[in-house]
């Protein structure tokens, strides 16, 4: 799972490593329980986590939102599902990935 648009809301942008100043993404504290809860780990990745003040702001932010994670990672583990706020699905053709990407939009800048 990202940090940075899926558990942060990210409405401002990259502002440094260790700077996390918007709001938790509404529900996705209970999500995270609940994917969980069914017997799944869920494991953070962000590039924030490549440095100790960013992996410590991560750690702070997951803390103050009640949020219980199984790691945080600065590398794309291995896994059987991502969730990403800018990821385009491909689906085996790849006519249309240029469009894709000068069309995707996420959640949070529409």
């Known amino acids: 799972m990202i940090?940075?648009?899926?558990?942060?809301?990210?409405?401002s942008g990259w502002q440094g490593d260790d700077v996390i100043s918007d709001p938790v993404v509404?529900?996705?504290?209970?999500?995270?329980s609940r994917i969980k809860d069914a017997g799944?780990?869920?494991v953070?990745?962000?590039?924030?986590?490549?440095?100790?003040?960013?992996?410590?702001?991560?750690?702070?932010?997951?803390?103050?939102?009640?949020i219980k994670v199984?790691?945080?990672?600065s590398f794309k583990p291995p896994a059987v599902a991502y969730i990403d706020d800018r990821a385009i699905l491909f689906n085996g053709d790849p006519t249309g990935l240029l469009e894709k990407i000068q069309n995707l939009k996420p959640w949070n800048s529409k």
């Open 70 to 73: 199984d790691g945080v990672y």
């Open 3 to 11: 940090f940075d648009g899926v558990i942060n809301s990210y409405f």
């Open 44 to 66: 953070i990745q962000s590039s924030r986590a490549s440095s100790a003040e960013g992996y410590n702001a991560i750690m702070n932010y997951l803390a103050q939102n009640d």
């Open 40 to 42: 799944y780990a869920v």
């Open 26 to 32: 509404e529900g996705i504290a209970k999500e995270i």
